[in-house]
């Protein structure tokens, strides 16, 4: 099955952006963007369809743009304005994500001044 590879994390002062790349190993067209946050669950913050719809969770509204390039088998998160409450692992997967061994690594996000 496909697997994923997030990268582009980092500490990053609030008010700083950042934009996170993720490579899938095929092509998958309903593709979303995850966080985990310490001693939360894993939500879905971003997704891209193959409609060309995108979805935001409030809290990123206007703040997180999702994108994709199906030539590269890849998907991107372009994070501004950043909060301390954005720190998290952000992950890449399917929507619905596919099974539990699908999960990369991720990439940690840390908005600390």
């Known amino acids: 099955q496909a697997q994923f590879v997030e990268s582009g994390g980092g500490l990053v002062q609030p008010g700083g952006s950042l934009r996170l790349s993720c490579a899938a190993s095929?092509?998958?067209?309903?593709m979303g963007w995850y966080r985990q946050a310490p001693g939360k669950q894993r939500e879905l913050v971003a997704a891209?369809?193959?409609?060309?719809?995108?979805n935001y969770v409030d809290s990123v509204k206007g703040r997180f743009t999702i994108s994709g390039d199906n030539t590269k088998n890849a998907v991107y998160l372009r994070m501004n304005s950043l909060k301390p409450e954005d720190t998290a692992v952000y992950y890449c997967n399917a929507v619905p994500p596919l099974s539990s061994e699908s999960w990369g690594q991720g990439t940690q996000v840390y908005v600390s001044s």
């Open positions: 095929e092509r998958l067209y309903d």
């Open positions: 891209i369809f193959r409609s060309g719809n995108r």
